[in-house]
Nanobody, 122 residues
Framework: QLVDSGGGLVQAGGSLRLSCAAS????????MAWFRQAPGKEREFVAA????????YYADSVKGRFTISRNNARNTVSLQMNSLKSEDAASYYC?????????????????WGQGTQVTVSS
């Protein structure tokens, strides 16, 4: 029900925009987030946006470079990634949670996208 897209190969310092399209249900009242997972590492929080007031949250490692946004009319959420670094390379996953108390915890989310690969060349 969540389809991630927009990943690809980009040079360090470049930009990518990831998109997550929801289908099968309306996610307007779901809290949305992006996580990422690099090979051999645990899935880590990247950014989140609350449905009730649009509050946004970011991991310290991406603050100031990444921007999460949502379009409720289109049932989509996006992640604009600028000034990409080699350490940003990972598979990125969109997630949706109806009730999220701890935005950084993967266990709080009910639905997941299939992931989209981001590769950063130096």
């Amino acid at each position: 029900q969540l389809v991630d897209s927009g990943g690809g190969l980009v040079q360090a310092g470049g930009s990518l925009r990831l998109s997550c399209a929801a289908s099968g249900r309306t996610f307007n009242k779901y809290n949305m987030a992006w996580f990422r997972q690099a090979p051999g590492k645990e899935r880590e929080f990247v950014a989140a946006i609350k449905w009730i007031d649009g509050s946004t949250y970011y991991a310290d490692s991406v603050k100031g470079r990444f921007t999460i946004s949502r379009n409720n009319a289109r049932n989509t959420v996006s992640l604009q990634m600028n000034s990409l670094k080699s350490e940003d390379a990972a598979s990125y996953y969109c997630a949706a949670g109806a009730v999220v108390r701890v935005v950084m915890s993967p266990g709080e989310y009910d639905y997941w996208g299939q992931g989209t690969q981001v590769t950063v060349s130096s």
